[in-house]
């Protein structure tokens, strides 16, 4: 098993800037994929940025240029460095991995919201 925990969210004014970190645990050496994911009111929770063992990036296509995903694997944690936020960024933000056998493992979520 592995537990993810995210942390750095909050409140950040548009064009501003907030960084968000999450710290794995347990069986990291399983995961092959990390990620960021986010959630507004609704079912849907839709890629953000992933970043692979061999640090290949991937964005959604409306956080390109903005956002940036990174990793510290002697620390088992990745980042999400968010510039210049706009409102529509508002949501809760999840980090995701993939592991052995495509298992999928979830942190709790955290909120940003950014406010006009």
């Known amino acids: 098993q592995v537990q993810l925990v995210e942390s750095g969210g909050g409140t950040a004014q548009a064009g501003g800037s907030l960084r968000l970190s999450c710290a794995a645990s347990?069986?990291?050496?399983?995961?092959?994929?990390m990620g960021w994911f986010r959630q507004t009111p609704g079912p849907d929770r839709d890629l953000v940025a992933r970043?692979?063992?061999?640090?290949?990036?991937t964005y959604a296509d409306s956080v390109k240029g903005r956002f940036s995903i990174s990793r510290d694997p002697a620390k088992d944690m990745w980042y999400l460095q968010m510039n210049t936020l706009k409102p529509e960024d508002t949501a809760i933000y999840y980090c995701?991995?993939?592991?052995?056998?495509?298992?999928?493992?979830w942190g709790q979520g955290i909120q940003v919201t950014v406010s006009s």
């Open positions: 995701g991995a993939t592991g052995y056998g495509g298992v999928e493992y």
């Open positions: 347990g069986r990291t050496f399983t995961l092959y994929s």
């Open positions: 970043i692979s063992l061999s640090d290949a990036t």
